[in-house]
Nanobody, 126 residues
Framework: QVQLVESGGGLVQAGGSLRLSCQASTRTFSTYTMGWFRQPPGKEREFVAAISRGGYTIFYADSVKGRFTASRDNANNMMYLQMNNLRPEDTAVYYC???????????????????WGQGTQVTVSS
C-alpha cells in the first residue's frame, strides 16, 4: 500500500475554484493508477476522476466533466484536482486513491482501489 495525503480543501463560494493536491509516499508512484472520489454529506462515496499511470488517460464522472481537471506529476509523487465553477452540490470530503492494477482506470467502485488518503473537506456556499 501507499500512503496518501490530501490537501487544498476549504470553503469557497459558488462559481469559485479550488485546487486539491495528493502527496504519495512511495518510490514507485508512476506504477499506480490514481483516482479522486468524494463523499457528500449523508451519501455514499462516489467516483470523480481516474488518471492513468503516465497521466495521459483520464476519465471523469459526468457531473464534473468540463469543470474539473485531474493531473499528476510523477517526478514529485503528486496528483492534483483543479476544480472550477464549483457548485453547492460539489460539497463533499474529497479523497485520493491509488492502486497498482492498471485495470482500475475504468473502475468506478471504491472497492477497486487499495490505498486511500484521509480526505479533505470542500464546502461550496451558494
Amino acid at each position: 500500500q501507499v500512503q496518501l495525503v490530501e490537501s487544498g480543501g476549504g470553503l469557497v463560494q459558488a462559481g469559485g475554484s479550488l485546487r486539491l493536491s495528493c502527496q504519495a509516499s512511495t518510490r514507485t508512484f508512476s506504477t499506480y493508477t490514481m483516482g479522486w472520489f468524494r463523499q457528500p454529506p449523508g451519501k455514499e462515496r462516489e467516483f470523480v476522476a481516474a488518471i492513468s499511470r503516465g497521466g495521459y488517460t483520464i476519465f471523469y464522472a459526468d457531473s464534473v466533466k468540463g469543470r474539473f481537471t485531474a493531473s499528476r506529476d510523477n517526478a514529485n509523487n503528486m496528483m492534483y484536482l483543479q476544480m472550477n465553477n464549483l457548485r453547492p452540490e460539489d460539497t463533499a470530503v474529497y479523497y485520493c486513491a491509488a492502486d497498482p492494477d492498471s485495470s482500475v482506470l475504468r473502475a468506478r467502485d471504491v472497492r477497486d482501489f487499495g490505498s486511500w488518503g484521509q480526505g479533505t473537506q470542500v464546502t461550496v456556499s451558494s
